[in-house]
């Protein structure tokens, strides 16, 4: 077996292969995917609604059965063995806290199905929510806790039993804007300290780039990208994936020339050199992200001439929007002090990193 | 760890059913022990040899009934399986075929040898003459039938059927099991039934001369004559449906769109239906409009009318049935009109319709389909009732009553009486057809969860008043009615003497304090003890399958689904008299063979009462996030333990709900059960009923008047445990408020 075997880490990898769920006859929900995710990192599936993303999970969890293709959890083959039999464990989206048991009760609900003795099911049950600071609310209602602190039993009940693959989906969702960071780097912290397989779903492309080792974009029932955050952010592969992870200005160009790794590309007359990412002259696509933009009242050298035609202060910075030669551009600025007016003439340059031809756009 | 823990967790079960299936086949007795196999008198009377009471096993020993012999091929191979693995794809095919082959031959030979030797003509040219033969079968053959079953369903789940999952394989297969045998088997055996001749052969000539009888389709009440039943049945079905419609309506309408104040009284009303037996309505009836009625007498006195049997007919059923079922109506309606999302009215007055441009353009019509939905259930409760028109009938014939004739009366015709329900459950399949695929996706009304803060806008006037008016009216009727009940009951004899007493209560109830313990010495004792006995054996049992089925409803996804969730709700469609017509046929021969027993009045409440368990626990279910079972599952329960322990705790106040109107509605049943009653086991409606035939008014009401006290505590019982049940934020008791 290839998972690595720790003192009480049973943390596995998850292997899909040409994996496709169909609902019904024809709504095609997973389309051939293959996925390899290794043992003790956090991968994140991302994307929209109805990309697929959710029934991943609920395939590796076993509450959906793949219609064609294999998965494999640990090596071993699980396609076809149903949820209670796999040693996998899920946080529910809304949290699903079994309402008539104590917070013990539920913590404790997995173990008492494991073969554990059960003089040792209230101690470990105890020790995991210790580990998510609950051990002091043991004998409460699920009813009685405010929405994070179930959230954290909800963990808690997941992580007592040691799963081979941990599986979260939206687990966030349900919490407000402040508690969300808090709760998020706490999961990322236990996932870490214990070494877990965690498997994350989310929508929400900042939480996925805060917590992963590794984000699957997915869309249209099938993968975008695979890669860590800043290999996703820094160069995405096409439009949806330089879109959906942070904002992303899609600039039609023209490469002139390529010399090595560089290419230079020609915007409306404004020539710009970067990585060439494979691509050959002609014309092409890339991915600019608005603080990447810098403005300029007077003309520095090469550039565009744009034209100001919103600007809206949003405290910490300015959003411009641009009418430019290549359409429509989005920017901001840090300085808020001196804005720059609507209907104002100015000259846009690309900052040195950071825009990226898209190979697949 | 985990995994192959679980390879071994089924064991106990398959050990468990091939141990039952010995048990019923060599130590308890394979027929039906005539005495009451619970009285046990035959484990002292010649048990194990005695022929009547020995197991299947000790009959062959003694070379009797040698035809049961193949069944200990089938009982012997699942031994072979203990020893494979469940991954083997022998244990899968090993169990499947024992299974299939043990049940079809336990059904074969049951079928093809009964109390006359072979049963139909050519199984005798075929395998010669036999002298033996067989009674029909008892506990022995039920336990082997069942472990049979249950082998072959976990076969199905080793191969993988609903991801192998032995649970919930067992209860599909199991719910589908009895849910055949009782309800589409005598149903069957009505089909048949209805195309034997007077000689004994099955003809279609005899099934369409019996068919086209002027009794059934005859039209003469348009030229002055009299109108066939089936007309009779339709012509009055719609009248009600109707009326009822209408006034559940107006109620649903004063509830939730006027300031009036007892709104909780107005829901009150909707318990009536439930504690109040069917023929009750029309007793009272009878006592205001009868000839020696209260109101008949009056315009006799003051105005000189002369008394006449004006209501017993078409008009008596009429009212009788209007006042029995427009409070079914208003709960249909009050769901549905309250369901109308306020902001869709919000929305339509702030672009200036006027109320009851509102009322007419909006709310209405939004309406429709739960008006349609009360209109057919009003035509099937009135098809199918019973009570009504058997005391207040007079000459206008209707199918319910015309089947139980043709049964009971001097006719005998069973033929006539199939065909008769044929023709009764050809109208409310229907209507319950039309109800559920037609209407099932037209509904306006769906909750969505999301939090609607509209305010229903009150009724125009000009509808406001017509509906109060017809509302206080009716509401008084009703009291009035009720009052009629209960007085009726302590007074001497009705119409002649008016004189206050209780001695109605003291024939049916007296008991007296002597040595040997109280002795119940009332008439009516005999018939009360067995009404409460065997709805308290039948309640859990309801409450069990409904429940099961329920779950599988909601939570489960299987090939053939919808067609299983119509069977479960089909006996809903099936009337009473109908189905005590059918289970007569089916049940009083061998194989299964319990007419006039106490068991076939529990099995006939359970499949009549199945529908409202297995709606209550739907809706109950519904409100249950999913997710709760999905991640007991991900922890490592299996669903039987999820089951257990998730779904059936929060599920209490349905459970409760239920227990409570599956007992109480076995109280009040009577269509059914009087083809079914015996002597040994007479119920207590078919008990009044009795009373009523022969002129015993008085007790017949002081009887009812008791059950309706009974059924009215023990509805609110059930309210309070209810209300006291609260678990947690998502209990099931809140919505409840």
Same mark, same amino acid.
Request: net charge neutral; glycine share 10%; charged share 15%.
């Given at each position: 077996?290839?998972?690595?075997e720790?003192m009480?880490?049973?943390?596995?990898?998850?292997?899909?292969?040409?994996v496709?769920?169909?609902?019904g006859?024809d709504?095609v929900?997973?389309?051939?995917?293959d996925?390899?995710?290794?043992p003790?990192?956090?991968?994140t599936?991302l994307?929209?609604?109805?990309?697929?993303?959710?029934?991943?999970?609920?395939?590796?969890?076993g509450?959906?059965?793949?219609?064609?293709g294999?998965?494999?959890?640990?090596?071993?083959?699980?396609?076809?063995l149903?949820?209670?039999?796999r040693?996998v464990?899920?946080?529910?989206?809304s949290?699903?806290?079994?309402?008539?048991?104590?917070v013990?009760?539920?913590?404790?609900?997995?173990?008492?199905?494991?073969?554990?003795?059960k003089?040792?099911?209230?101690?470990?049950?105890?020790?995991?929510?210790?580990?998510v600071?609950?051990?002091?609310?043991a004998?409460?209602?699920?009813?009685?806790?405010?929405?994070?602190?179930?959230?954290?039993v909800?963990v808690a009940?997941?992580?007592?039993?040691k799963p081979?693959?941990?599986l979260?989906?939206?687990?966030?969702?349900?919490l407000?804007?402040k508690?969300r960071?808090?709760?998020?780097?706490?999961?990322?912290?236990?996932?870490?300290?214990?070494?877990?397989?965690?498997?994350y779903?989310?929508?929400?492309?900042?939480?996925?780039?805060a917590?992963?080792?590794?984000?699957?974009?997915?869309?249209?029932?099938?993968?975008?990208?695979?890669?860590t955050?800043?290999?996703?952010?820094?160069?995405?592969?096409?439009?949806?994936v330089?879109?959906?992870?942070?904002?992303?200005?899609l600039?039609?160009?023209a490469?002139?020339?390529?010399e090595g790794?560089?290419?230079?590309?020609?915007?409306?007359?404004?020539?710009?050199?970067?990585?060439?990412?494979g691509l050959?002259?002609?014309?092409a696509t890339?991915?600019?992200?608005?603080?990447r933009i810098?403005?300029?009242?007077?003309?520095?050298?090469?550039?565009?001439?744009?034209?100001?035609?919103?600007?809206?202060?949003?405290g910490?910075?300015?959003?411009?929007?641009?009418?430019?030669?290549?359409?429509?551009?989005?920017a901001?600025?840090?300085?808020?002090?001196?804005?720059?007016?609507v209907?104002?003439?100015?000259?846009?340059?690309?900052?040195?990193?950071?825009p990226?031809?898209?190979?697949?756009? | 760890?985990?995994?192959?823990?679980?390879?071994?967790k089924?064991?106990?079960?398959?050990?468990?059913?091939?141990l039952?299936?010995?048990?019923?086949?060599?130590?308890?007795?394979?027929?039906?022990?005539?005495d009451?196999?619970?009285?046990?008198?035959w484990?002292?009377?010649?048990y194990?040899m005695?022929?009547d009471?020995a197991?299947?096993?000790?009959?062959?020993?003694?070379g009797?009934?040698?035809?049961?012999?193949?069944m200990?091929?089938?009982?012997?191979?699942?031994?072979?399986v203990?020893?494979l693995?469940k991954?083997?794809?022998?244990?899968?095919?090993?169990?499947?075929?024992v299974?299939?082959?043990?049940?079809?031959?336990?059904?074969?030979?049951?079928?093809?040898?009964?109390?006359?030797?072979?049963?139909?003509?050519w199984?005798g040219?075929?395998?010669?003459?036999?002298?033996?033969?067989?009674?029909?079968?008892?506990?022995?053959?039920?336990?082997?039938?069942?472990?049979?079953?249950?082998?072959?369903t976990?076969?199905?789940a080793?191969?993988?059927?609903?991801?192998?999952?032995v649970?919930?394989?067992?209860?599909?297969?199991?719910?589908?099991a009895?849910?055949?045998i009782f309800?589409?088997?005598?149903i069957?055996?009505?089909?048949?039934?209805?195309?034997?001749?007077?000689?004994?052969? /099955?003809? %279609?000539?005899?099934? @369409? +001369?019996?068919?086209?009888?002027?009794?059934?389709?005859g039209? $003469?009440?348009?030229? !002055?004559?009299?109108?066939g039943?089936?007309w009779n049945?339709?012509?009055?079905?719609?009248?009600?449906?109707?009326?009822?419609?209408t006034?559940?309506?107006?109620?649903a309408?004063?509830?939730t769109?006027?300031g009036?104040k007892?709104?909780?009284l107005?829901?009150?009303l909707?318990?009536?239906?439930i504690?109040?037996?069917?023929?009750?309505?029309?007793?009272?009836?009878?006592?205001?409009f009868?000839?020696s009625?209260?109101?008949?007498?009056?315009?006799?006195?003051?105005?000189?009318?002369?008394?006449t049997?004006?209501?017993?007919?078409?008009?008596? /059923?009429? %009212?009788?049935?209007? @006042? +029995?079922?427009?409070?079914?109506?208003?709960?249909?309606?009050? $769901?549905?009109?309250? !369901?109308?999302s306020?902001?869709m009215?919000?929305?339509?007055?702030?672009?200036?319709?006027?109320r009851?441009?509102?009322?007419?353009?909006?709310?209405?019509p939004?309406?429709?389909?739960g008006l349609?939905?009360?209109?057919?259930?009003?035509?099937?409760?009135?098809?199918?009732?019973?009570?009504?028109?058997l005391?207040?009938?007079?000459?206008y014939?209707?199918?319910?009553?015309?089947?139980f004739?043709?049964?009971?009366g001097?006719?005998y015709?069973?033929?006539?009486?199939?065909?008769?329900a044929?023709?009764l459950l050809?109208?409310t399949l229907?209507?319950f057809?039309a109800q559920?695929?037609?209407?099932?996706?037209?509904?306006?009304?769906t909750v969505?969860?999301?939090?609607?803060? !509209?305010v229903?806008?009150?009724?125009?006037r000009?509808?406001?008043?017509?509906?109060?008016?017809?509302?206080?009216?009716?509401?008084?009727?009703?009291v009035?009615?009720?009052?009629?009940?209960?007085y009726?009951?302590?007074?001497?004899?009705?119409?002649?003497?008016?004189e206050?007493?209780?001695?109605?209560?003291?024939?049916?109830?007296s008991f007296?304090?002597?040595?040997?313990?109280i002795?119940?010495?009332?008439?009516?004792?005999?018939?009360?003890?067995?009404?409460?006995?065997?709805?308290t054996?039948?309640a859990?049992?309801t409450?069990a399958?409904?429940?099961?089925?329920?779950y599988?409803l909601t939570?489960?996804?299987?090939?053939?689904?919808?067609?299983?969730e119509?069977?479960?709700?089909l006996?809903?469609?099936?009337?009473?008299?109908v189905?005590?017509?059918?289970?007569?046929?089916?049940?009083?021969v061998p194989?299964?063979?319990?007419?006039?027993?106490?068991?076939?009045?529990?099995?006939?409440?359970?499949?009549?009462?199945?529908?409202?368990?297995?709606?209550?626990?739907?809706?109950?279910?519904?409100?249950?996030d999913?997710?709760?079972?999905?991640?007991?599952?991900?922890?490592?329960?299996?669903?039987w333990?999820t089951?257990?322990?998730?779904?059936?705790?929060l599920?209490?106040?349905?459970?409760?709900a239920?227990?409570?109107y599956?007992f109480?509605?076995?109280?009040?049943?009577i269509?059914a059960?009087?083809?079914?009653?015996?002597a040994?086991?007479?119920?207590?409606?078919?008990?009044?009923?009795?009373?009523?035939?022969?002129?015993?008014?008085?007790?017949?009401?002081?009887?009812s008047?008791?059950l309706?006290?009974?059924?009215?505590?023990?509805?609110?019982l059930?309210?309070?445990?209810?209300?006291k049940?609260?678990?947690?934020r998502?209990?099931?008791?809140?919505?409840?408020?």
């Amino acid at each position: 077996m290839t998972m690595t075997e720790t003192m009480n880490n049973k943390a596995a990898s998850v292997s899909f292969r040409n994996v496709t769920k169909v609902y019904g006859k024809d709504v095609v929900a997973v389309d051939n995917i293959d996925l390899e995710i290794e043992p003790g990192k956090l991968v994140t599936l991302l994307g929209p609604s109805g990309c697929g993303k959710t029934t991943t999970l609920r395939m590796i969890a076993g509450l959906e059965m793949s219609t064609k293709g294999s998965i494999t959890i640990g090596g071993v083959d699980v396609t076809r063995l149903p949820a209670t039999d796999r040693d996998v464990s899920m946080v529910f989206q809304s949290y699903a806290l079994f309402p008539h048991m104590t917070v013990i009760e539920n913590v404790s609900y997995g173990l008492k199905f494991s073969g554990h003795p059960k003089s040792d099911i209230r101690n470990a049950a105890l020790e995991g929510l210790g580990l998510v600071g609950l051990a002091d609310f043991a004998d409460r209602l699920p009813s009685e806790l405010s929405g994070g602190q179930q959230q954290r039993v909800a963990v808690a009940r997941a992580l007592v039993l040691k799963p081979q693959v941990l599986l979260f989906d939206e687990p966030l969702s349900n919490l407000d804007a402040k508690l969300r960071r808090q709760v998020r780097e706490e999961i990322r912290e236990i996932q870490q300290n214990l070494g877990l397989t965690v498997v994350y779903v989310t929508h929400d492309q900042e939480e996925a780039l805060a917590v992963s080792d590794t984000i699957v974009v997915m869309r249209n029932a099938g993968i975008a990208q695979i890669g860590t955050p800043r290999e996703l952010y820094d160069a995405p592969a096409d439009r949806f994936v330089a879109d959906f992870i942070g904002e992303a200005n899609l600039v039609e160009c023209a490469i002139t020339s390529v010399e090595g790794d560089t290419a230079e590309v020609d915007i409306a007359g404004y020539r710009y050199r970067l990585d060439t990412r494979g691509l050959d002259v002609g014309p092409a696509t890339m991915a600019v992200r608005p603080g990447r933009i810098v403005l300029n009242r007077d003309a520095a050298g090469d550039g565009l001439e744009v034209t100001v035609s919103k600007a809206t202060y949003v405290g910490s910075r300015m959003e411009y929007t641009l009418a430019t030669p290549v359409g429509e551009l989005f920017a901001v600025m840090d300085d808020v002090y001196d804005p720059l007016d609507v209907g104002q003439v100015v000259q846009l340059q690309f900052a040195d990193i950071g825009p990226v031809l898209l190979p697949e756009a | 760890m985990k995994i192959s823990s679980s390879e071994n967790k089924t064991l106990p079960v398959l050990i468990f059913w091939i141990l039952a299936g010995w048990v019923g086949f060599a130590v308890l007795p394979w027929y039906g022990v005539e005495d009451g196999f619970f009285s046990f008198d035959w484990v002292f009377d010649g048990y194990p040899m005695d022929r009547d009471y020995a197991p299947a096993a000790f009959l062959l020993a003694q070379g009797k009934n040698l035809w049961l012999a193949p069944m200990v091929f089938a009982l012997l191979a699942p031994l072979l399986v203990l020893r494979l693995k469940k991954s083997d794809p022998r244990y899968g095919a090993i169990l499947l075929a024992v299974g299939a082959a043990g049940l079809a031959w336990l059904m074969a030979q049951g079928l093809a040898i009964g109390i006359r030797g072979w049963t139909t003509d050519w199984l005798g040219l075929a395998f010669g003459p036999l002298d033996s033969r067989q009674y029909g079968m008892g506990y022995g053959a039920l336990l082997t039938a069942s472990a049979f079953l249950f082998l072959f369903t976990q076969g199905l789940a080793a191969r993988g059927a609903i991801n192998g999952d032995v649970f919930v394989v067992s209860a599909i297969t199991g719910v589908i099991a009895i849910v055949a045998i009782f309800v589409f088997f005598p149903i069957a055996k009505l089909m048949t039934a209805a195309f034997i001749g007077d000689d004994g052969s /099955i003809s %279609i000539l005899s099934f @369409l +001369a019996k068919f086209g009888d002027r009794r059934i389709w005859g039209l $003469g009440c348009f030229s !002055g004559g009299r109108c066939g039943a089936a007309w009779n049945s339709f012509f009055l079905a719609i009248i009600v449906a109707t009326i009822t419609t209408t006034m559940g309506l107006v109620f649903a309408l004063v509830v939730t769109r006027s300031g009036f104040k007892y709104k909780r009284l107005l829901r009150a009303l909707t318990v009536l239906p439930i504690i109040t037996p069917p023929f009750v309505i029309g007793l009272a009836i009878i006592l205001l409009f009868g000839l020696s009625g209260s109101i008949t007498g009056f315009f006799a006195d003051v105005f000189g009318v002369q008394p006449t049997r004006w209501v017993y007919g078409l008009p008596g /059923i009429v %009212i009788a049935q209007s @006042l +029995a079922y427009t409070p079914i109506a208003f709960l249909v309606l009050i $769901g549905v009109v309250e !369901g109308v999302s306020p902001s869709m009215e919000e929305a339509a007055q702030t672009l200036r319709a006027s109320r009851w441009e509102v009322f007419k353009t909006v709310s209405l019509p939004l309406m429709r389909p739960g008006l349609a939905n009360a209109f057919l259930l009003g035509f099937i409760e009135s098809m199918a009732d019973f009570g009504n028109p058997l005391v207040l009938g007079g000459n206008y014939d209707v199918l319910s009553t015309e089947i139980f004739f043709a049964i009971v009366g001097a006719q005998y015709d069973q033929g006539r009486a199939a065909i008769l329900a044929i023709v009764l459950l050809s109208f409310t399949l229907g209507a319950f057809y039309a109800q559920r695929f037609w209407l099932g996706r037209k509904s306006y009304t769906t909750v969505s969860g999301k939090g609607d803060s !509209g305010v229903h806008p009150a009724m125009p006037r000009g509808l406001a008043i017509p509906t109060f008016a017809i509302a206080t009216i009716w509401g008084l009727f009703t009291v009035v009615i009720y009052g009629m009940i209960f007085y009726g009951s302590v007074v001497e004899v009705w119409g002649m003497n008016h004189e206050l007493t209780f001695k109605h209560y003291v024939t049916a109830f007296s008991f007296r304090f002597e040595d040997s313990g109280i002795r119940w010495s009332g008439s009516a004792w005999d018939s009360f003890w067995t009404t409460i006995k065997i709805a308290t054996i039948a309640a859990p049992l309801t409450a069990a399958i409904g429940l099961i089925t329920a779950y599988l409803l909601t939570r489960q996804n299987f090939a053939g689904r919808n067609a299983f969730e119509f069977g479960t709700m089909l006996s809903f469609a099936i009337p009473g008299t109908v189905i005590g017509v059918s289970y007569i046929l089916a049940f009083n021969v061998p194989p299964v063979e319990i007419t006039g027993t106490g068991v076939i009045l529990v099995v006939c409440f359970i499949f009549r009462n199945m529908p409202v368990g297995v709606r209550a626990g739907i809706a109950s279910m519904s409100q249950l996030d999913k997710s709760l079972d999905e991640s007991s599952l991900t922890l490592g329960a299996n669903s039987w333990q999820t089951f257990r322990g998730v779904v059936l705790p929060l599920l209490r106040p349905a459970i409760l709900a239920a227990l409570v109107y599956s007992f109480v509605r076995a109280m009040t049943a009577i269509s059914a059960v009087i083809f079914l009653v015996s002597a040994e086991y007479d119920m207590a409606t078919s008990y009044i009923i009795g009373r009523v035939e022969n002129n015993d008014y008085g007790l017949a009401i002081a009887y009812s008047t008791t059950l309706i006290f009974v059924m009215l505590s023990a509805v609110l019982l059930l309210q309070l445990l209810v209300g006291k049940i609260r678990i947690g934020r998502r209990g099931a008791g809140r919505e409840k408020e």
